[in-house]
């Protein structure tokens, strides 16, 4: 039997929806299919794959892809990590649960290296905590 579906959706599917993906195959693989996508693709950024490394998850081998409009109306839950997954998100079925995390940008973060580099941490930390507390609600 196919198991449900979640898909992470953020604007250009390089960074917090990657990110989510990643501790999604940790944290619900065993419930849920895990899929992320974007409004557009920009391609993996490396930092997310840094960050992620640094907590023991390898992102490096996924794909930024854009919304594939048969999974979306698939899925059980879409979760948009920003506003403008959120605003954008093609309409779908009345049986998909759409859970919005509003999450800032780790890409758009302004400072130094270190202090740019902070926000990805504080980010990847947000959705993994988001992430164990969704998977326990299952």
Not at 95 to 108: F, S
Request: aromatic content about 8%.
């Amino acid at each position: 039997m196919e198991k449900p579906i979640v898909y992470f959706l953020c604007t250009g599917n390089s960074c917090r929806s990657q990110m989510a993906e990643g501790f999604g195959h940790k944290y619900l693989e065993d419930k849920l299919d895990v899929y992320s996508a974007g409004i557009e693709a920009h391609g993996l950024n490396s930092k997310a794959v840094k960050a992620m490394a640094e907590v023991g998850i390898d992102i490096s081998k996924q794909q930024s892809s854009i919304i594939d409009h048969d999974l979306l109306n698939k899925a059980e839950y879409v979760i948009t990590l920003c506003g403008d997954a959120k605003d954008n998100c093609p309409v779908t079925p009345p049986t998909v649960k759409k859970i919005h995390w509003g999450l800032p940008d780790p890409a758009k973060a302004v400072g130094t290296e270190e202090e740019k580099w902070q926000v990805f941490r504080e980010v990847r930390d947000q959705i993994e905590a988001r992430i164990k507390d969704f998977s326990a609600s299952l």
